[in-house]
């Protein structure tokens, strides 16, 4: 079936290894080599496109297309030589994406990109270097991004990081009851309720223009950054999908609620869950490296609260999902959503500890980047 969706797209060489890969928890993914004419091999990674996530596959290949081109020119432009941008491989007929209609008439959509070659990928945070590299290759991608045309810019998702939106949902669909589930989870609820107020905060800034819209990632995880394997340095940001127009805060909320966690969003003992400072700190020295010059003072002030409001979101979205009766994210098994949902809500708890802690942090790195780069520019005047 993939030889299949190969054959549609401009590759050479024959394919000589097809492999599934279990990464993310949206897209199916495979990778393929081939054997070149020279001997050589090369590698590409096939991607189906969840379509009941994605409803739109052309309008997210478009923003992936018109950003991906903007980054390669940004680089140029920088004389960035080291770091990557994922290359998008067309079909023979010049398109970005191919479908094959299935057994149930319905249209599967694929697509395919090159395999960025000596990098690597960590689906934990296993350093602190790593999660510095992490926090500066999603703040340079914004960086690189930051003059790119909001107005080309599709909505792939509609409302995906509107956190007082996906309460209301929440709210709704407990009203609801569709599987009779939500008897199980009321302590749950009243954790979420309890914090209405919180979700709104970065919301509210956008709307009355107090932050700006910006190009965002929107699934700033470790294992979405490609590393160099030699240099330990980033190489390539990935899983360009939910690129879209929206507040940093949600970038860098999400940074370290995924790569400062002590422990991963699956984990049922949660006395284990936590966020680890060190790992905070590395994250949002990576991120403000790169960013602090760029960044309003209303976004920095929001910075600590948006760890808490993202996960939160997650939380309510996990908790969602198994109360509709798991019809989003993949399970592993009956009750996967709620107890990534507990994972969260502990992750909340622990977060709102730190809060001062955090936000303090935040500001002293602030200020350290954004001088170190007005000197930098003063030298190079
Ligand atoms: C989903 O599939 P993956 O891991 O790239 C989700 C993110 C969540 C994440 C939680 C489009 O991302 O928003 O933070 O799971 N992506 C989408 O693991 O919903
Ligand atoms: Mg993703």
Redo the contacts with the bound molecule.
Sequence with gaps: MIEQILEKFNIEGELIDLKKKN?????KTYVATFKQKDGSEKKYLIQKI?TK??TEPYKLMKNIEGVTTYLKKQMIKVGDTTHRVLEVVKTKDGKSLCYITNDSDTREYYRIYEYIDDSISYDQSVNKDIVFNTGKAFGNFQKLLRGYPMNKLEET?KD?HNTPERYKKLMDDIKFDSEGRVIEVAKEIVFILMREDVCSLIMDDLKEGEIPLRVTH??T?V??VMMNKDTGDFLAVI?L??VMPGSMLFDYG?GI??TASTVS?DEKNLKKVSIDLDLFKAYTNGYLSEMAPYLKYEEVSLMAESIRIITLE?AI??LNDYINGDT???IDYDTHNLD?ARNQIALVKDIEKKLDYMNNYILQSYEKYRKSNEIKKRILI
């Design positions: 990464s993310g928890i949206i897209n969840n996530v994605f998702i995906f929107n699934d995880k294992n979405n899983d999908d939910t999400d609620r995924s969003e997650l979205r996990f989003y994210f993949k990534r």
